[in-house]
């Protein structure tokens, strides 16, 4: 009898707590892609800087990934990296979407095609509804909305 009472309150607490799990892993999924894309921007600022080159993150067509390399003189039209330094496969059921291609210049400021100083945005979408934006300032300043 106390087998069975066991089991039944284990149902009863699984069911109540099994809606707010699945929120919360979502959460936490969230909060890694913000984490992971901000660190991994810096990052592309800094290695661009450091290796006096124009650096790319190029994201995938299916938006769930991205990689980050170095387009080196003469520069590519469109702008593609020459060599890969990084590739990041986002959490499942994270997209990302940016204005423009993210370039950085040998001085790690972020610039257009035409190597003009500039600001872009990225939209991070969980289950294609977004729930992040994020600028990125030509000095690489990363601000979330």
Do not use: C, H
């Amino acid at each position: 009898m106390n087998l069975l009472a066991a089991v039944m309150l284990f149902l009863v607490m699984n069911s109540l707590a099994t809606p707010y799990l699945a929120e919360t892993t979502a959460s936490f999924r969230r909060n890694e892609a913000r984490s992971t894309i901000e660190a991994d921007l810096i990052r592309a600022r800094t290695l661009a800087a450091r290796e006096g080159s124009r650096a790319i993150l190029s994201i995938s067509s299916d938006k769930e990934s991205y990689s980050f390399g170095f387009d080196y003189a003469p520069y590519s039209d469109p702008p593609t990296a020459d060599s890969i330094e990084f590739n990041r496969n986002l959490p499942s059921n994270i997209t990302v979407e940016a204005t423009q291609t993210i370039i950085f210049n040998s001085r790690g400021m972020l610039v257009d095609t035409s190597a003009t100083l500039t600001t872009t945005t990225m939209n991070l979408l969980f289950d294609e509804r977004q729930f992040s934006q994020l600028s990125i300032y030509p000095t690489g300043a990363i601000e979330f909305q």
